[in-house]
């Protein structure tokens, strides 16, 4: 006889699913979660529910928001002929800890990679391109890995012939590393030495 609880095991595969969980951790938050009072639980629920009704995808920069456009975006502060383009979301959070860059972004949402069969078409640059031709600099701030230099080398293909400056960071990076783990320091240094690609 199984001493299986499916509903239990269903809950556990959710977690699982979730990147960079495990089975055991999976499991782990399984049991925490039903350890909790049952109006907390439903809270924990709930929030995951309302977060994903009413955050979506700025239409301009593709960043995350819960308003018409993200705070970026909709701020007269910003320099807007200053684009940086970075893979994802967290990007984003990544440089603004740093307080020092003063343009806005274009989140594409992923890189190139046709060994996993993700193609240009299947990120935002098409409306990154319509962006930049209004811009004076476009900075390319995608992951120093085969993948954020090949998409960061398309994309200032792409650009250039519209007479803008594109720049690529500077290695205060370490290749191979993520900038969502990046300190402030070392983004704030690649920011300042960033070249043109």
């Not at 290749?175 to 983004?187: H, K, M, P, R, S």
Request: overall charge negative; aromatic content about 6%.
């Amino acid at each position: 006889m199984s001493n299986k609880i499916p509903t239990l095991e269903n809950l556990i595969d959710k977690f699982a699913s979730l990147p960079g969980v495990g089975r055991k951790t999976a499991a782990r938050l399984a049991y925490w979660i039903l350890s909790l009072p049952k109006d907390e639980a439903r809270q924990f629920a709930d929030a995951i529910v309302e977060a994903h009704n009413s955050v979506h995808q700025c239409p301009l920069c593709h960043n995350l928001t819960d308003a018409e456009r993200c705070g970026i975006c909709g701020s007269e502060k910003r320099n807007k002929r200053l684009i940086c383009v970075v893979e994802s979301p967290r990007d984003v959070i990544a440089f603004e800890k740093t307080r020092e860059y003063k343009g806005v972004y274009h989140v594409i949402h992923g890189l190139i990679s046709p060994m996993d069969g993700i193609g240009p078409e299947h990120l935002h640059i098409k409306d990154l391109i319509s962006r930049a031709a209004d811009a004076e600099e476009v900075i390319m701030a995608t992951n120093p890995t085969v993948e954020g230099e090949s998409t960061a080398i398309y994309i200032s293909k792409l650009i250039k012939p519209l007479g803008v400056k594109v720049t690529r960071l500077a290695y205060g990076m370490p290749v191979g590393g993520n900038l969502e783990y990046a300190d402030e320091v070392t983004l704030h240094r690649a920011l300042e030495g960033r070249n043109e690609i």
